[in-house]
């Protein structure tokens, strides 16, 4: 079964961090750009950062720019999002995702394309 499933979300204070994971089954990500989007209640899916198949490349929304961090390991098949200093704004779920021979920038930016979606986990901050 080709599939995406998060975890490490939950509960956590504002200026808190979290790490999520992101593992892949069934295929392997040689071929993927890779990265998290987040949907928060009542607003559209949007692209919190990307990296290139080969860690050569990063893309990070500017909300996210020197909290986040993104990692990707493609032998172990996993991709991680740390983040630090969250605040109440961080609230959504977020979703893995993976398209094939992408371009970093685009994929983030514009959420096409993608091959292929994670179920989500929840991330909620609150005090």
């Known amino acids: 079964q080709v599939q995406l499933v998060e975890s490490g979300g939950g509960l956590v204070q504002p200026g808190g961090s979290l790490r999520l994971s992101c593992a892949a089954s069934?295929?392997?990500?040689?071929?993927?750009?890779v990265g998290w989007f987040r949907q928060a209640p009542g607003k559209e899916r949007e692209g919190i950062s990307c990296i290139s198949i080969t860690d050569e490349s990063t893309y990070y929304r500017d909300s996210v720019k020197g909290r986040f961090t993104i990692s990707r390991d493609n032998g172990k098949r996993t991709v991680h999002l740390q983040m630090n200093s969250l605040i109440v704004d961080d609230t959504a779920v977020y979703y893995c995702?993976?398209?094939?021979?992408?371009?970093?920038?685009?994929?983030?930016?514009?959420?096409?394309?993608?091959?292929?979606w994670g179920k989500g986990t929840l991330v909620t901050v609150s005090s």
């Open positions: 995702a993976a398209q094939f021979r992408s371009a970093v920038k685009p994929m983030c930016v514009h959420g096409m394309d993608i091959n292929l």
């Open positions: 069934g295929f392997t990500l040689d071929d993927y750009v």
